[in-house]
Structure formats: structure tokens, C-alpha cells
């Protein structure tokens, strides 16, 4: 709910534990925390997080013959048969209703350890399913940034600059966090990271004016499923709004 206090998870996924990200995941606490929310790093290189969905994500098997990941995960949701350890990340991601996630931008998306999460974190019951995903998904209400970071300006990431439009590579994280029901803010860049300490700190000073908005700016605009036939591709008439419908 914008403007409320928000309980708020950042997702950190790089390795170095003195890295540009992890000085704007602790950046990202520091501001949010002073303003009256509350927020928790999860540090997932830190905690050796396995990018792999397989088996040992699980203390029972459902079909011990075929390994059908998604019914796995639906099952041990039911059941409460998560490991510890991938139990311990859910109950985060259902505790916040505020996630960012924090990366360096490698090859054109993001890291696998931060992939990995989401594929073994956001299972059914938890993130979609029976019918409930977009805006009545089951994380519907809670918001979503993703943060990343790169060694080159904006503009080398703007529709007609040399990596292409920055909203085309973060299509696939945007369309996964609304299919949840999050309601995503307009992504963070930083640019610059090898361009030494006033740069730095520069950066983190923009990362935090920009957070101070994390409760009350207006969400990406997506279509709902209203603007959809049963084909599910937009009804006659309904013009593309986002990237992923090719915007007109």
C-alpha cells in the first residue's frame, strides 16, 4: 500500500562482499530504515544459494520416477516439504511486502544465482497458480524494484544506444515480477561502477534519493486481463502499451 511503513527484502546477488552492489544493498537499508520501514538483505552468495532446482529441494518426493519440477514444488507447498533452506527464503519473500532486487547486469541479464532464486523460490502457492497470477497473483499489493548496475552510462543502454534499450533486457524480470501480482516501480541504474570513490558515492547518494520514493511512486503500467481474448493476445482495438507488446 503506498505510503504505509513496508516491510522491505533486498535481494543482493553478487559475490563480493565489498562490490558497488553490496554498498547499495546496505545503502538501500540505510535509507529505507530511516524513513520508518523495515528491511533485510538476503545475501544470496553468502549463503551459497544453489542456482539448480533438483531433488534435495525437497524432503519428500511426489513422483520419485519423473522429475516434474513445477508439481514437485506445488506438492512440497502443500505438504510443507521445502528443505530448510529454500522454506527459510519463502517465508521472506511472503514476510515483505517490498522486494528489490540488486545485480550487476552480466551478459544482458542477470546472474544466475539471482535466476536460481527465482526459480526456486517463487513456487506455486507462493507466487502463482490455480489461476491466480497478474493482477490478482498471489503477491498482488506488495512492490517491486529491480536495481542494477553496470560500467557504462545510461545512454549506452537507451533505445539507440550500443546494448539496446535498457526496459528490453529487463522485460523478462518485469513480466515475471507482475505475473506474481507485484507491482513493479520503474527500474534503478547505476552506470559507472569502475570510475573510483566520488563516483561511488555519487551513486549511492542517487540510489538513495531515488528509494525515497519506494512506497509512493507510481507503479509500470501493464495491461490486465481485460485488454486480453481468449487467445490471450490483445483484443481488437486494445493497443500495446509495454515493451513485451511492442508499444505503440
Given at each position: 500500500m503506498p505510503g504505509k511503513n513496508k516491510k522491505v527484502l533486498i535481494v543482493l546477488g553478487h559475490p563480493e562482499p565489498n562490490s558497488?552492489?553490496?554498498a547499495l544493498a546496505a545503502t538501500a537499508v540505510e535509507?529505507?530504515?530511516a524513513m520508518g520501514h523495515e528491511a533485510r538483505i538476503t545475501n544470496l552468495y553468502a549463503?551459497?544459494?544453489?542456482a539448480r532446482v533438483t531433488r534435495a529441494d525437497f524432503t519428500e518426493a511426489r513422483n520419485p520416477d519423473f522429475f516434474a519440477v513445477m508439481r514437485e514444488q506445488a506438492n512440497a507447498f502443500k505438504k510443507d516439504a521445502f528443505v530448510p533452506a529454500v522454506q527459510a527464503e519463502i517465508e521472506l519473500l511472503q514476510w515483505c511486502d517490498g522486494l528489490i532486487l540488486q545485480y550487476p547486469?552480466?551478459?544482458f541479464g542477470m546472474p544466475a544465482i539471482l535466476k536460481g532464486y527465482m526459480d526456486r523460490i517463487f513456487v506455486p502457492g507462493v507466487a502463482y497458480g490455480r489461476g491466480k497470477w497478474y493482477e490478482i497473483g498471489p503477491l498482488?499489493?506488495?512492490?517491486?524494484l529491480v536495481s542494477?548496475?553496470?560500467d557504462c552510462g545510461i545512454e549506452a543502454y537507451s533505445p539507440r544506444g550500443r546494448y539496446g534499450d535498457l526496459s528490453v533486457l529487463h522485460w523478462p524480470i518485469h513480466q515475471a515480477l507482475r505475473f506474481t501480482g507485484f507491482d513493479v516501480l520503474a527500474p534503478a541504474f547505476t552506470g559507472h561502477v569502475s570510475d573510483g570513490d566520488e563516483a561511488r558515492a555519487a551513486g549511492l547518494a542517487?540510489?538513495?534519493?531515488?528509494l525515497k520514493g519506494f512506497a509512493t511512486d507510481a507503479p509500470m503500467?501493464?495491461?490486465t486481463e481485460d485488454d486480453y481474448a481468449d487467445t490471450y493476445t490483445l483484443k481488437p482495438g486494445v493497443k500495446g502499451k509495454t515493451i513485451g507488446q511492442w508499444g505503440e
Open positions: 558497488y552492489n553490496a535509507t529505507l530504515e549463503k551459497d544459494l544453489d547486469i552480466w551478459w498482488a499489493g506488495k512492490r517491486a542494477c548496475t553496470a542517487a540510489h538513495a534519493e531515488r503500467d501493464f495491461h
